[in-house]
T-cell receptor, first 115, second 113 residues
């Protein structure tokens, strides 16, 4: 069964807070991992790819633990403009379900940053 | 920069009607996808294409058809609309499959009544 699980939230945090999102995936053969951001009634947009060694982009840090099949996103110094839904996305790989291009989306975690 | 363009943005269909959702990309991407997103749910893959003339089913293909006659265009056809097809439809494209960014269109909000 193809599953990418996320805490749906919502996460309500004050400006300046640090917030962490978690995601687990069921396919150990998954090959690529991403965090997408989706604003209300808009299309998803890539926030960052997630690499095995962990990676950082400004206030955003992504971590991958292949052994635990776990991905995380940390947002430091939250801004009002960070309010959105954050989607955990996993590329399932060719040998599971037949589609190399099959991106599996979690249901998303909603973040609301308050003044 | 057009990117991925979807039309229409909104549509109301009656049960049993047919329609085609249009999708075009100008980035010369080989891979194109159709997803649907229901409220509070993740995106579900309907169909995808790895190049002109090649299409394949995704997770939820029933009730839909696609074609890919050119690299740029990937229309999605609903033959007999049903209330269960009320959803937001997103078209996306990517240069390759593994490890590359997927670019999404702005979506089509479809209501079947």
């Amino acid at each position: 069964r193809k599953e990418v699980e996320q805490d749906p939230g919502p996460f309500n945090v004050p400006e300046g807070a640090t917030v962490a999102f978690n995601c687990t995936y069921s396919n150990s053969a998954s090959q690529s991992f991403f965090w997408y951001r989706q604003d209300c009634r808009k299309e998803p947009k890539l926030l960052m790819s997630v690499y095995s060694s962990g990676n950082e982009d400004g206030r955003f840090t992504a971590q991958l633990n292949r052994a635990s099949q776990y991905i995380s996103l940390l947002i430091r110094d939250s801004k009002l403009s960070d309010s959105a839904t954050y989607l955990c996305v996993v590329n399932w790989g060719m040998n599971y379900g037949g589609s190399q291009g099959n991106l599996i989306f979690g249901k998303g975690t909603k973040l609301s940053v308050k003044p | 920069n057009a990117g991925v363009t979807q039309t229409p943005k909104f549509r109301i269909l009656k049960i049993g009607q047919s329609m085609t959702l249009q999708c075009a990309q100008d980035m010369n991407h080989n891979y194109m996808y159709w997803y649907r997103q229901d409220p509070g749910m993740g995106l579900k893959l309907i169909y995808y294409s790895v190049g002109a003339g090649i299409t394949d089913k995704g997770e939820v293909p029933n009730g839909y058809n696609v074609s890919r006659s050119t690299t740029e265009d990937f229309p999605l056809r609903l033959e007999l609309a049903a209330p269960s097809q009320t959803s937001v439809y997103f078209c996306a494209s990517s240069y390759a499959s593994l490890g590359t960014e997927a670019f999404f269109g702005q979506g089509t909000r479809l209501t079947v009544v």
